[in-house]
């Protein structure tokens, strides 16, 4: 184990917590699925797998034991069905972030907001959702230690789509992520660095 702050056993039992959440979370998207490539099984598979991983760390970096759980990841992906001349694309985005430091996201939400204490937000919440309302996505990503916040694992997905009235899907803007309609993906997550790495020293031995 390296000399970096070792987990917690909470969060060993909190991230097997999770695994066992996502088994039942898939095992009853294949139960209620809709076709052969329901995008609800999908969805359900990337939560298992990531949970899986994060608990594959976790008890290794706790334990030096490792789980006999192999996750294909990024290649996994149904075949393209959508329009072969797109009329619309979504861009989809996700970045995660830890909060690294509260008082320091507390600081600078209030330097553009009166108060971070807003209704049902909570102070960090609250915060969060100050600095979202000031700043771009895309400067947050690229000033995100200044805002106490640590980086996480990002995913960029471009599909087909078809045309949508204005307003049409704002009520439920994220239940049409269809992967069999992705044009292109973009990932960025540690797990890559430490494969390449990995590839690295053996290359070197």
Avoid at 35 to 46: N, Q, S
Avoid at 57 to 86: I, K, Q, R
Avoid at 111 to 118: K, P
Wanted: hydrophobic share 40%.
């Amino acid at each position: 184990m390296s000399d970096a702050a070792q987990p917690t056993v909470a969060e060993v039992r909190a991230a097997v917590e999770a695994v066992k959440a996502a088994l039942d979370r898939h095992l009853a998207a294949i139960e209620n699925r809709t076709g052969e490539d329901d995008p609800a099984v999908y969805g359900a598979f990337e939560a298992l797998a990531s949970a899986a991983e994060a608990y594959d760390e976790l008890l290794y970096d706790t334990y030096d034991e490792v789980t006999p759980f192999e996750v294909p990841l990024g290649d996994t992906l149904p075949e393209y069905s959508g329009p072969e001349e797109p009329g619309a694309i979504s861009v989809l985005i996700r970045r995660d972030y830890t909060v690294a430091d509260p008082q320091r996201l507390r600081r600078q939400a209030e330097r553009v907001s009166d108060s971070t204490t807003a209704e049902g937000g909570g102070d960090v919440g609250a915060a969060v959702g100050a600095l979202f309302g000031e700043y771009e996505p895309d400067e947050i990503a690229e000033r995100h230690k200044e805002f106490g916040l640590e980086e996480g694992d990002s995913t960029l997905w471009v599909t087909a789509a078809g045309p949508a009235e204005p307003g049409e899907w704002l009520a439920a803007p994220f239940d049409q992520a269809d992967p069999r309609h992705l044009l292109c993906r973009f990932d960025v997550s540690a797990v890559y660095d430490e494969e390449a790495d990995a590839d690295e020293l053996d290359r070197m031995a």
